[in-house]
């Protein structure tokens, strides 16, 4: 094939275009110097784009007489598609040849190295620069590839980081794009400076901030490591900080980041201008009002001749829109206009304009892949087809949160299309975590055993809780069922009941030697009062026959001699309880109440009475932090023809979930033996207890989520007593605060599929050398 003339591209850039079309000028003056008219037209090349997308593009069809004006406009239309590398545009006889080398497309993006930022992110990235799998390579994105991704991680203060970006030819046109990232270390904040403040200290200024060099506090913090983002949210705290004191003009004139030569250290400097004081004049009402205006009025916070606080303009805004929320105005606004009529005067006018009273079409839950629909949406105190209310969906919001099956609960309302006045409302959970599984195989100082324990309160996503006990081994064997519906009907009243029976020869477990052989049943209802106080009934019935032998110590030989070995009783308890903690599961703010009582009653073979108190209270701190108090106490008590109450009946203290640093149930009275066995030091527990304990819950800073983990610093103290010590009781004593058992340290939860794991390091004081203590402690099963 013979060519009368061509023309070759190669490789073309947006930035050298206009170079490419004064060749194509100068050479079609050599080789279409006339004008022609096209018998065919030929292209080649292409693999994945058509034909006729190309006859679509280009200006001509055959037929027509082209001259050098169309030579360009056809390359000018192939070059705007994007879509290839190499053009080459030529003559044969009449026929008009287009050779064109198709770009390649992106088959793969492989990107190693990352942690700081995720892989879907970076993807996103290169995405907005249009580099995915299935486009088009660009060779002009591609060269700026590795400064586009670094400029990622100097926002998020990895000054240090390195991007390296390769390509790798594949069969049939593709690339495979390769990032390797070296992150580096984020850069330390060593310094913050603010400059231009007279009004106010720099120490009390960079208290608003959430960047902070390190300190000796930040191990119990995850300090906020900084990022662009991060000092953008500081400087608007800043602003907020002297608009909230009534510096209204205040302004940040400019932030200096200095970054250190190892790209390894942050210095900012923050200049200021503080401007005058503002006072308000005069604060106006206007718009339409839904409800009563002095309903509204009573909900805004400024008042006339008062200093200028953005903050209470904000609050009276938010009061005002949640009051119109909670009466069905979903998209109420409400704006607090300043205007100014002085030079440090401003009035205020709260303009309020409520929009369409809304309501609730669907209500739909997501996340839930265990739990059942009908469990969350029992929960529910907003209903479809009413008025939306902020107030009941954040209700229902806790009231999920309450159940402690969640690890997060979030909703939003979604405008229904079509229909102004009607939103859908979703809900979406994380789940948790909500049993724990535990079974043991062994052969030690007491024997062969083996068991196996299953507990769980949302059981099979029921929302009804569970609890299943199989344990046997050469001193004990134990069966046990508990069941509990907390909606039994449709009222919301709850369902429970339970089943054991234990045998337990202690002579093959030490040496305070009795036999044990028990069984029983129990059935309770709980009754709501209110959203969250409830009363619980419950009734039980056990029989117990107690054996002693050589070996056993003298309380219970008392107890034998007094009150008899065979006891069958019928107990009745009612329990009240205020829960307003704002999570079932690791709860950070709220209150929690538990006033129990159970009496054995007349005709029962002992009559004993049992009361008991629990309290729990968290408060939210600064910077993730949390405080935490708890108290217990209790008391046991005999009555009619009962002197003693029975021992098994006992309170006890010691152990992960009561003082830490001291062994499980090991505090208190101790038992006396006769004769050889006399040194033996065996808890037996007490008629009165009383512990507690305060906590300083802090975020572990290394843990991204740390939904699942709880740590903190603890004081505890407790101890429990007796108001019958006998002359011969050793570590016996009736209520005395002097006596209590103290003890500091670093206790974690971790929420597990095995169920809650705990561990605790404790050093105690206030002990008694009769006293056991364990430095470290460790626990499935249970969460303190």
Known sequence: MTYQGFLYFKKMKLNSFYFLFLTIFCFSNLVFSSSWIIEDIRISGLQRVSAGSIFAEIPVTIGDSIEQDEIIEISK?????????????????????INLVERPTIDEIVIEGNQAIKTDNLMDGLKNSGIFEGALFRRSVFENLSSELERQYVS???????????????????????????????????????????????????KVFKLRPRSWLSIFRRNTPYSKENLKGDLESLESFYKNRGYLNFSV??????????????????????????????????????VKEEIIRSLIYVVDDSTFSQELITFSE?????????????????????????????????????????????????????????????????????????????????????????????????????????????????EEFSGSIAGSLGYGAYGFSIGANYSESNAFGTGNSIGIGL?????????????FDPYFNADGVGL????????????????????????????????????IEQLSLSASIDQTDLSSSALSSRQLLDFISTEGSKFESLTLGVTWSRNSLNRGLFPTAGTLNVLSGSVAVP????????????????????????????????????????????????????????????????????AVYSGFYSYYNRPTGGTYSFEGGMDVIFPIPFLEDSRSVRSSLFFDFGNVFSDGCKSYETNCSEFDLSELRYSLGLGVTWITALGPMSFAISSVFGDDVLDETETFQFEIGNQF
């Open 77 to 97: 239309s192939i070059f705007s598609t994007g879509q290839f590398d190499d053009i080459q545009i030529g003559r044969e006889g009449n026929a008009l040849l």
């Open 156 to 206: 998020q203060g990895k000054y240090a980081a390195n991007v390296e970006v390769s390509s790798d030819p594949l069969p049939r046109n593709r690339v495979k794009l390769n990032v390797e990232i070296e992150e580096g270390e984020t850069a330390k904040l060593q310094s913050i400076n603010i400059v231009g403040n007279n009004l106010f200290s720099e120490d009390e200024l960079k």
């Open 253 to 290: 004139n400019n932030s200096i980041i200095t970054i250190s030569e190892d790209k390894q250290k942050v210095f900012i400097t923050v200049n200021i201008f503080e401007g005058d004081l503002y006072k308000i004049n005069n604060v106006s009402l206007a718009g339409d009002f839904p």
């Open 318 to 430: 938010e009061s005002i829109n949640n009051l119109l929320n909670n009466e069905g105005f979903l998209f109420s606004e409400v704006s607090g206009n300043i205007k100014r009529v002085d030079d440090n005067l401003v009035d205020i006018v709260f303009f309020v304009e409520p929009g369409q009273r809304t309501y609730v079409r669907n209500i739909d839950f997501y996340g839930n892949k265990r739990t059942h629909d009908v469990v969350l949406r029992r929960e529910m105190r907003q209903m479809e087809g009413a008025w939306a209310s902020n107030s009941l969906l954040e209700r229902s919001k806790l009231r999920l949160d309450r159940l402690g099956f969640f690890k997060e609960v979030n909703f939003e309302t979604i405008p229904v299309p079509g229909e102004k006045d009607k939103v859908d409302v979703e809900f979406n959970v994380e």
């Open 471 to 483: 344990n046997y081994s050469d001193w004990q064997t134990d069966v046990s069922f508990n069941f």
């Open 496 to 531: 429970g009941y339970g089943a054991y029976i234990r045998s337990s020869d202690y002579s093959n477990f030490n040496i305070s030697a009795y036999n044990t052989e028990s069984f029983g049943g129990s059935v309770q209802f709980v009754l709501p009062i209110n959203e």
């Open 603 to 670: 005709g029962s073979s002992l009559t004993y009475g049992k009361l008991s108190h629990r309290f729990k209270y968290y408060r939210p701190l600064p910077s993730d932090f949390v405080f935490s108090i708890r108290t217990e106490v209790g008391g046991l008590f005999a009555y009619g023809d009962t002197e003693t109450p029975p021992p098994y009946e006992n309170f006890y203290a010691g152990g992960l979930n009561s003082v830490r640093g001291f062994e499980q149930n090991s505090l208190g009275p101790r």
